[in-house]
């Protein structure tokens, strides 16, 4: 049988700002009682009272381990890069991404400081490049069906060591929900090795940057 501390717990675990915040005592457990009751009750298919799961979350307290801090884990990353003036592409994977990805690499190969990422998921690739490219991947992409572009992006880069991306859980975590809290979107968001690379609106990247630039300050 399910218990009220099972299912809090499990909660509770999918959410890093309710782990966060129950550990930190940054709110009170009868309020974070009173907003999961509802999740408990779902799934245990039977009302539960306020007291039973702030009980819950006070054993579920007890328990947690101290979360490496986020300075702990930032102090060391000290190389951020932004770049402006960027545009992306979004558009359905098809069979020829292969042929479109060495299109751009050739585009792009003999200028100097071009920017250039694609990714490929599962049914959706992206293409970001300098907004002075546009035009020769609108030609490259002319084939293509239900294109979208998205104007007038940034992009902040943040290179890591590789022993803290590898070893140490919460790396990237730290830095978005420092962005979350400050009520910033990142457009994409994509890592390649030891780096972080988000991509944003020209009018929140200042604001993303300030926020990232002061976890490593």
Known sequence: MITINQVAKDIINRSPFLLEVLYEDVANISGIARRIRPQIEKKLLEEVSEEAVAMALRRIKKNLKAPTSDEEILKDTKNITVRSNLIEFVFPNSSDIIEIHQEILEKTKNKKDSFFNISTGHSESIIVVNSELEKEVD??????????????LSSITMKFGDKLTLDTPGVYYVVLKALAWNGISAIEVASVGWELTMLFKNDTVDRAFSVIKSLTS
């Open 139 to 152: 030609k490259i992409l002319k084939d293509q069906k239900g294109i979208m572009k998205i104007k007038d």
